[in-house]
């Protein structure tokens, strides 16, 4: 049985490794990454890998951040090598312009943000204001494969109400500007700011999502249509479902729990869209409850059931979710290795209970970035 194809894009800080202090150097990381591949003729061995690991780190809208994009794959033993490589490629090329990166969805260090020098970050700055100039937040974005426009937003549809449970296994990002913000992902909260995120009602059909984001480009809002911050979209590039809810994982094992799950989520949507089940309609009130619930508490209280949007406990609602996708991630060969991965996530801790816990054996933010910046790189 053919399994649907995934892959991840992870946005990380890089940090100077004294302080933790986010340092604005991302357009010298690449820029340094590309004259050695140039020299090389592909890399420091020559054979080549300079060339993948070139495409695989981009620049973001903050000097203080990058992007890493794995390949398309096609099981989780092969996203995990790819998570891990893309993470060591984007440490290894930091290195060389004398910063560290680190996994983390804020920075507990105050920072000032210093937007790209790029025309299209520049106009956003310029339009949206403070929103841009402090939008200093890293998340994980998985894309999922899907056979049309009409499959990608029914499962959209269908989807919404587990979105949430997502956050709150990703969840890390605890700390703004120095200080505890008694969220689990603030980094939520701080892209809420964008007037286009957030949860959608369903949409119905492929036409009434495309008209819907032509209505809202009318608006003269939005830049273009890749500013549709939505939880969740169809990708504008690939024939991709792009679930976007996610805080960057501190872990790479648990960037490939979220990508795993959505890939799960995806397929058990679909085959109850194409077996003619009608889909779930909360409305986005709920659903934004939701949202800020597992923003607030991420694993460490309760989240809300989304068959009944009631209070449950973190560990029951994410093995809800377990449940709820089990046949598929069973299909896919992945059952045990997402419990397994499941399992630790709730016992270990998200990010955020990692960083939580790093402050109040130091008391100090800097050890709390150099310890995220350790574990990104291993």
Same mark, same amino acid.
């Given at each position: 049985?053919?399994?649907?194809?995934? +892959?991840?894009? =992870? =946005?990380?800080?890089?940090?100077?490794?004294?302080?933790?202090?986010?340092?604005?150097?991302?357009?010298?990381?690449?820029?340094?990454?590309?004259?050695?591949?140039?020299?090389?003729?592909?890399?420091?061995?020559?054979?080549? +890998?300079?060339?993948?690991?070139?495409?695989?780190?981009?620049?973001?809208?903050?000097?203080?951040?990058?992007?890493?994009?794995?390949?398309?794959?096609?099981?989780?033993?092969?996203?995990?090598?790819?998570?891990?490589?893309?993470?060591?490629?984007?440490?290894?090329?930091?290195?060389?312009?004398?910063? /560290?990166?680190?996994?983390?969805?804020?920075?507990?260090?105050?920072?000032?943000?210093?937007?790209?020098?790029?025309?299209?970050?520049?106009?956003?700055?310029?339009?949206?204001?403070?929103?841009?100039?402090?939008?200093?937040?890293?998340?994980?974005?998985?894309?999922?494969?899907?056979?049309?426009?009409? =499959?990608?937003?029914?499962?959209?549809?269908?989807?919404?109400?587990?979105?949430?449970?997502?956050?709150?296994?990703?969840?890390?990002?605890?700390?703004? /500007?120095?200080?505890?913000?008694?969220?689990?992902?603030?980094?939520?909260?701080?892209?809420?700011?964008?007037?286009?995120?957030?949860?959608?009602?369903?949409?119905?059909?492929?036409?009434?999502?495309?008209?819907?984001?032509? /209505?809202?480009?009318?608006?003269?809002?939005?830049?273009?249509?890749?500013?549709?911050?939505?939880?969740?979209?169809?990708? =504008?590039?690939?024939?991709?479902?792009?679930?976007?809810?996610?805080?960057?994982?501190?872990?790479?094992?648990?960037?490939?729990?979220?990508?795993?799950?959505?890939?799960?989520?995806?397929?058990?949507?679909?085959?109850?869209?194409?077996?003619?089940?009608? +889909?779930?309609?909360?409305?986005?009130?709920?659903?934004?409850?939701?949202?800020?619930?597992?923003?607030?508490?991420?694993?460490? +209280?309760?989240?809300?059931?989304?068959?009944?949007?009631?209070?449950?406990?973190?560990?029951?609602?994410?093995?809800?979710?377990?449940?709820?996708?089990?046949?598929?991630?069973?299909?896919?060969?992945?059952?045990?290795?997402?419990?397994?991965?499941?399992?630790?996530?709730?016992?270990?801790?998200?990010?955020?209970?990692?960083?939580?816990?790093?402050?109040?054996?130091?008391?100090?933010?800097?050890?709390?970035?150099?310890?995220?910046?350790?574990?990104?790189?291993?």
């Amino acid at each position: 049985m053919s399994v649907r194809s995934f +892959g991840v894009e =992870e =946005e990380l800080l890089l940090v100077a490794p004294e302080t933790g202090q986010p340092r604005a150097v991302a357009g010298t990381v690449l820029q340094t990454l590309q004259h050695e591949v140039t020299a090389s003729g592909g890399g420091p061995d020559g054979r080549g +890998g300079g060339h993948e690991a070139a495409d695989a780190l981009e620049s973001e809208l903050q000097q203080q951040q990058m992007e890493t994009n794995t390949r398309p794959c096609r099981s989780l033993d092969e996203l995990d090598r790819e998570v891990r490589r893309c993470r060591s490629w984007a440490a290894d090329a930091a290195q060389r312009a004398g910063v /560290q990166v680190a996994a983390l969805a804020t920075s507990p260090v105050s920072v000032e943000p210093t937007i790209m020098d790029k025309e299209r970050y520049q106009e956003i700055a310029d339009v949206f204001g403070l929103t841009a100039q402090e939008q200093l937040t890293c998340g994980c974005h998985v894309h999922v494969e899907i056979s049309s426009e009409e =499959e990608g937003v029914a499962t959209l549809d269908r989807i919404r109400p587990w979105l949430p449970v997502l956050l709150a296994l990703s969840a890390n990002s605890p700390f703004w /500007q120095g200080r505890d913000s008694a969220y689990a992902s603030f980094r939520y909260q701080v892209w809420g700011r964008w007037p286009t995120s957030g949860p959608t009602p369903a949409f119905g059909s492929a036409a009434n999502y495309r008209s819907t984001v032509e /209505q809202m480009m009318l608006t003269d809002t939005a830049l273009d249509t890749g500013m549709v911050y939505f939880d969740a979209r169809l990708s =504008e590039h690939y024939p991709t479902l792009e679930v976007r809810v996610a805080d960057v994982c501190l872990h790479a094992a648990d960037a490939v729990l979220v990508a795993a799950l959505v890939r799960a989520l995806v397929e058990t949507e679909a085959r109850n869209w194409r077996a003619g089940q009608p +889909g779930p309609n909360q409305r986005v009130e709920l659903l934004r409850l939701a949202a800020w619930r597992a923003s607030r508490s991420g694993l460490d +209280g309760v989240l809300l059931d989304p068959a009944t949007f009631r209070p449950q406990s973190a560990a029951n609602v994410a093995n809800s979710l377990l449940e709820h996708v089990y046949d598929a991630l069973s299909d896919a060969g992945d059952a045990d290795a997402v419990a397994e991965l499941l399992a630790a996530v709730l016992e270990r801790g998200n990010g955020a209970a990692f960083q939580r816990g790093a402050y109040d054996k130091t008391r100090d933010m800097r050890s709390v970035v150099t310890g995220a910046a350790a574990l990104t790189a291993g």
